[in-house]
């Protein structure tokens, strides 16, 4: 393996506990400093986000270790929608049921991901029309 693959692995098992651990009321820093997490308000919505950049990141990783390549241009801002959602979707139900406009934000990125998932769809039968 070489080093840059190496690293890689190392970067791609950091963030991904990185981005589980406010499941469990926690979260872990660089470079190994782990805090109790207050998830209320708007900070929910900030370690969201940063859960499912995390996630996006060892996905692409994840994929570029197995030599496999963004079918289009719409990918990576469907996968992050994505996890946007599944993160978003938790967290709320855990931590912060009641607040109606975080529902909204999540139905419109929701509509976002079914848009996204179709235009990725249509780009890349674009980009592979004329392989057969």
Do not use: C
Request: aromatic share 18%; no cysteine.
């Amino acid at each position: 393996m070489r080093i840059v693959q190496a690293v890689l692995v190392i970067l791609m098992i950091w963030l991904m506990v990185a981005s589980f651990l406010p499941i469990v009321g926690w979260s872990l820093y660089l470079p190994f400093e782990v805090e109790e997490l207050d998830l209320s308000g708007v900070y929910l919505r900030l370690v969201t986000i940063k859960s499912a950049a995390f996630m996006t990141m060892v996905y692409f990783i994840y994929n570029y270790l197995r030599h496999r390549r963004p079918l289009s241009s719409v990918a990576p801002l469907l996968v992050f929608s994505n996890f946007v959602v599944g993160f978003g979707v938790y967290y709320m139900i855990r931590y912060d049921p009641s607040v109606m406009v975080n529902w909204l934000v999540l139905a419109f990125l929701i509509i976002l991901s079914v848009m996204l998932f179709f235009e990725n769809e249509k780009e890349s039968r674009t980009i592979f029309k004329d392989d057969w």
